[in-house]
């Protein structure tokens, strides 16, 4: 059966931060190009990379018009970079595409029409794995159905699945931290909107890179303890049942 869009002239506007990402990036980019869903603009917002990001980027702007850059005046990190551009995003709703990531085709027709058909403003999709080539790894991430904010303390919903109606909710920003700084926003979101729905269908690719920053995942663990305590103000008990929780699943893979 076909998805019929309700609403056809909505603008999405597509977060992407950039640092030395000359080797993705096009591919990223030519994923935004390719979707069946016309009406977005893409706001590449480079922190002072030293390869040949800009280069690649500019190739595309200057094939469409959509597509958005600008460069940080010193490197400032991931948080900043995507403050930057929902500072300078103009559509109602906003998503968020790594620089290395890819999405299907239909991902923002079918997730926008997911959005508009049951009134839902904080959403995301489920999402494949891939490799540095480009190639499956036999593993998705399916999200879920429906999520609180006690779910998503638990389980985070994939950086580049996610779109947020900013008509509705406003814009958020998130703290300056290095790390885990999407997982802030959405805890920031959802105590707004309440719930976090997802789509089963996975409607793109999270590419596993030997030196992303987050793959490794034992540094990771301190900041989810700031998050815990600091950001979110959780208890000691709670925080620490949470890092455990987290370790259990995400490093030692229990589940």
Request: proline residues 2%; hydrophobic residues 35%.
């Amino acid at each position: 059966m076909t998805l019929q869009l309700k609403k056809t002239n909505d603008l999405v506007s597509i977060i992407m931060p950039a640092y030395n990402s000359g080797e993705f990036i096009g591919l990223a980019i030519e994923s935004v190009i390719g979707q069946t869903y016309p009406n977005w603009e893409l706001l590449v917002i480079d922190d002072c990379s030293t390869d040949n990001t800009e280069e690649i980027v500019r190739r595309y702007i200057s094939q469409d018009s959509r597509v958005r850059y600008h460069k940080l005046d010193e490197n400032s990190g991931a948080a900043v970079a995507r403050n930057k551009a929902i500072d300078l995003a103009k559509g109602k709703y906003i998503a968020f595409l790594d620089s290395d990531d890819i999405w299907f085709p239909e991902k923002l027709f079918k997730q926008i029409n997911f959005m508009e058909k049951n009134g839902y403003n904080f959403t995301c999709t489920s999402y494949t794995k891939i490799d540095e080539q480009g190639n499956y790894l036999n593993k998705t991430i399916k999200s879920n159905k429906r999520s609180d904010y006690n779910s998503i303390l638990k389980t985070c919903p994939g950086n580049s699945t996610v779109i947020y109606n900013a008509g509705v909710l406003g814009k958020f920003k998130i703290p300056n931290i290095k790390k885990r700084n999407d997982y802030v926003m959405w805890l920031q979101i959802i105590k707004k909107e309440r719930y976090l729905f997802g789509i089963e269908e996975p409607l793109g690719s999270h590419r596993i890179r030997g030196n992303a920053i987050s793959s490794n995942k034992f540094s990771l663990v301190g900041y989810h303890w700031r998050v815990y305590r600091k950001i979110e103000g959780l208890s000691l008990i709670k925080s620490s049942y949470l890092v455990i929780y987290w370790v259990l699943v995400t490093i030692l893979k229990l589940r």
